[in-house]
């Protein structure tokens, strides 16, 4: 080899190592989309809990009495917790994104609760 060929090999092999730290360092700030997936699912599963406990709030406001309705829904998150911290790392990919949807849409439910019930707080006189 000449002089010449010996820094050439050695930037483009220092290059080519910092470009596979760049690239392994994105994947891992990612996750794979497993960890994405259950990232999601476990901020529903939070998201879902934070407006069960203000439905709960509300209602007993207005009621005067816990609603049986919000407490199953809180129960049965607990529940789906419970499952996710048994078999969340198990569980395929499909399985995990279909339940952080029906997750989302509970809380699409409980949200439109939440407005009719408000809605008839200021009706009320």
Known sequence: ???????????????????????????????????????????????????LRTAKAEIEAITGDEDASVRAALQEMLRQRLWLQQHGETASLQTLN????????????IDQQLIQVERARSAAP
Do not use: N
């Not at 279909?98 to 439910?109: G, N, P, Y």
């Open 1 to 51: 080899m000449t002089g010449f060929a010996l820094p050439v090999i050695t930037l483009l092999s220092a290059v080519i190592v910092a470009a596979a730290l760049v690239l392994a360092w994105r994947v891992l700030r990612r996750g794979t989309p497993r960890q994405r997936a259950l990232t999601r699912l476990l901020d529903a599963a939070d998201a879902l809990e934070a407006r």
């Open 98 to 109: 279909e339940l952080r949807a029906s997750i989302d849409q509970a809380r699409s439910r």
